[in-house]
């Protein structure tokens, strides 16, 4: 059973930057696809940021230009750096690994991931 540990997380000002990392305790298949998803109190989780085993990516529009998503398949680590941080970025973040993936398109469904990490949480102060 393969888990996944998240680290990074922490309390920032908005503007800020923080560094998510996420290592998986063995070998990950190289052509999951992997993401991020966050769930804010009483919100539903949602998706972030998608990688696939290509290294191509995806983004919710809320994130575009300011996270970016990477890998290091040697590491089996994957990474989600946040710039310009938002308060409304304020969440418990969460590793997944083996996301819904249709022909080469990985989605970020959150009813539909085969590993979850434990979450790390996220506080930006305004």
């Known amino acids: 059973q393969v888990q996944l540990v998240e680290s990074g997380g922490g309390s920032v000002q908005a503007g800020g930057s923080l560094r998510l990392s996420c290592a998986a305790s063995?070998?990950?298949?190289?052509?999951?696809?992997m993401g991020w998803f966050r769930q804010a109190p009483g919100k539903e989780r949602e998706g972030v940021a998608a990688i696939d085993s290509d290294g191509s990516t995806s983004y919710a529009d809320s994130v575009k230009g300011r996270f970016t998503i990477s890998k290091d398949n040697a590491k089996n680590t994957l990474y989600l750096q946040m710039n310009s941080l938002k308060p409304e970025d304020t969440a418990m973040y969460y590793c997944?690994?083996?996301?819904?993936?249709?022909?080469?398109?990985?989605?970020?469904?959150?009813?539909?991931?085969?590993?979850w990490g434990q979450g790390t949480q996220v506080t930006v102060s305004s």
């Open positions: 063995e070998y990950i298949d190289s052509t999951y696809c």
């Open positions: 997944a690994a083996d996301l819904f993936r249709a022909g080469r398109r990985c989605y970020l469904l959150s009813s539909s991931v085969g590993y």
